[in-house]
Nanobody, 117 residues
């Protein structure tokens, strides 16, 4: 079993920055891609950014140029650097981790990011 623990959320003024972290622990094998999703109240959960084991990344159009995803394989951790925050970024952010040799994927508990205008 793998557990994901997220940290780094909070309340910030528009234009500010945050760094979200997601650390995996437990029976960790070979981690594949790692990603961040977000979900606003009453709306679907959408992909924000993804990073593959190769280091390649992709981003939702709404966050390109402002968000940066990275990973530290030695720490089994994925990060999301968020700059120039907008009120539209307000949501619960979820970490997602997939294992290379398993159909299983894991979700973090969700962490609130609130941006005041």
């Amino acid at each position: 079993q793998v557990q994901l623990v997220e940290s780094g959320g909070g309340l910030v003024q528009a234009g500010g920055s945050l760094i979200l972290s997601c650390a995996a622990s437990g029976s960790i094998g070979s981690i594949g891609d790692m990603a961040w999703y977000r979900q606003a109240p009453g709306k679907q959960r959408d992909l924000v950014a993804r990073i593959w084991s190769s280091g390649s990344t992709n981003y939702a159009d709404s966050v390109k140029g402002r968000f940066t995803i990275s990973r530290d394989n030695a720490k089994n951790t994925v990060y999301l650097q968020i700059n120039l925050l907008k009120p539209e970024d307000t949501a619960v952010y979820y970490c997602n981790v997939a294992m290379r040799w398993s159909v299983r994927e894991y979700w973090g508990q969700g962490i609130q990011v609130t941006v005041s205008s």
